[in-house]
Nanobody
């Protein structure tokens, strides 16, 4: 069993930056794909990006490549999501997720078995 706990959300002004953290317990990150997703009000949950366990190199959804940065600290079993120049439409609950390597694309929700409770990010205009 793997548990994920996100933190770092809050109220941010338009154009501001934020760094979210996600601590995983129960298994080392080295063997897990780690992903970030978000769900805005009334919309489907969408992928932000992922760090695949086999490459360790972040991959991002096409619309997230410019202002989003994912990193990890193996010693702390923690991954981070930094977002710059936040926009009001990016108000959402941000989730981290993890799963063993599989045939599913790492930006697919189906690639992940364990999810955090989410952290709310509100961008004020």
């Amino acid at each position: 069993q793997v548990q994920m706990v996100e933190s770092g959300g809050g109220l941010v002004p338009v154009g501001g930056s934020l760094r979210l953290s996600c601590v995983a317990s129960g298994r080392t990150l080295r063997f897990l794909n780690m992903g970030w997703f978000r769900q805005a009000p009334g919309k489907k949950r969408e992928a932000v990006g992922s760090i695949p366990c086999d490459t360790g190199t972040p991959v991002y959804a096409d619309s997230m490549k410019d202002r989003f940065s994912i990193s990890r600290d193996g010693a702390k079993n923690t991954i981070y999501l930094k977002i710059d120049n936040l926009k009001p439409e990016e108000t959402a609950v941000y989730y981290c997720a993890t799963g063993l390597k599989s045939t599913q694309p790492v930006l697919s929700r189906r690639a992940y078995s364990y999810w955090g409770q989410g952290t709310q990010v509100t961008v004020s205009s």
